[in-house]
């Protein structure tokens, strides 16, 4: 059975979710990787402050013995594989190396937008290179 909250507060920080999935608790921060490369989603767009923060929360939880998670969404048709704009944000680069280090998982998908508004999945593993 899975349990999902949205919106919780850990620390000075809020992540968009918490996931019990039969007794296991996973926190997980979503972001949206909106820039194309080639076949790259790329994020950020430009300095993220907030970005950082959610980083270095998931960082500390992950410290601290907690499962945590950031899933990049790449709403571009056609992306295979995500990586950090470092020309954005290079400190969200360094982050991210740093996080996968200590045992964050680094996940991404990419979606499609269709004309009616509603969204299609292409693909649910995006190749991650941090």
């Known amino acids: 059975m ?8 850990v620390g000075n920080s809020r992540l968009d979710y918490f996931l019990d999935c039969n007794g296991e ?6 972001k949206s990787a909106v820039l194309r490369g080639g076949d790259y989603a790329i994020y950020p767009d430009c300095p993220s402050l907030r ?9 500390r939880l992950r410290e601290n013995g907690k499962r945590a ?29 740093e996080a996968k280090r200590k045992g964050v998982e680094i996940e991404g998908i990419s979606i499609s937008l269709l004309r009616n508004g509603n969204a299609v999945l292409e693909n649910d593993d995006l190749v991650i290179e941090v």
Request: proline content about 6%; hydrophobic content about 45%; cysteine-free.
């Open 51 to 59: 970005g950082q923060k959610h980083i270095k929360g998931l960082m």
């Open 69 to 97: 998670m950031i899933v990049f969404i790449g709403a571009l048709p056609g992306v295979r594989r995500f990586k950090p704009y470092t020309q954005g944000d290079p400190k969200i680069a360094e982050l991210l190396k």
């Open 2 to 9: 899975v349990k999902l909250k949205r919106d919780v507060k």
């Open 25 to 30: 608790e996973i926190l997980v921060e979503m």
